[in-house]
Each structure stands twice: as C-alpha cells, then as structure tokens.
C-alpha cells in the first residue's frame, strides 16, 4: 500500500486523540474496535470507580486479550488436522490393502 492510498483518520480513546494512517479497508474493523475498547472502559468506570485512566486501559487490555486467547484457542485447528491426517493414512492402507486404486 503506498502512502497515497491510505487515508487518515482520527479516532478518540480514553480521551486520548490519535491520528491514524490506514488502508481504507481496515477502517470499519478500526472504528468496531474503538467502540468496543470506549464501551468496556466505561465499563470498568462505572463498577470501579475513582480508578486511573491506565488502570481502566489495563482492564480493557486484559479483556481484550483473554477474548482473543479463548478465540484462538477456539479456533486451533492443528488437533483436528494430526487426526485427519492420522485417518486419511489408516484409509489409503485399508484401500491399498484391498486393492482399491485411489
């Protein structure tokens, strides 16, 4: 992407400006997750109050990435690939086994 394809945004979190340069495309996955981390800081503000605003960002933080560990996780493909492997051997051996051409 050169710098002349991408477009500049601003976006706000914690009352924090950040002007962001982006790939047009990323822009409304960039804008869901702002509103996602703004929702969960208040959140955090209204069950723990009196809080610093980098102990309500570390919460948010810790959310944020147990979701994306649990969804990872959720996700892991690599038990179920071993075992299709493991079956997708024990099949050619049976069908070899009984002279069915494959």
């Known amino acids: 992407m ?19 340069k ?9 804008r869901k997750a702002i509103k996602h981390i703004d929702d969960k800081l208040n959140v ?27 969804e990872k996780m959720r996700t892991d493909t690599r038990p179920y690939q071993n075992k299709f492997e493991e079956l997708s051997i024990k099949l050619d051996e049976y069908l070899a086994g009984n002279g069915i051409d494959v």
């Open 44 to 70: 955090y503000r209204e069950h723990f109050p009196g809080q610093s605003t980098e102990k309500y960002l570390a919460m948010v933080a810790l959310h944020i990435g147990t979701m994306y560990q649990q």
């Open 22 to 30: 982006i790939d047009p495309k990323e822009e409304e996955a960039i």
């Open 2 to 20: 050169t710098p002349t394809n991408l477009l500049r945004i601003k976006v706000i979190i914690a009352g924090m400006t950040f002007f962001l």
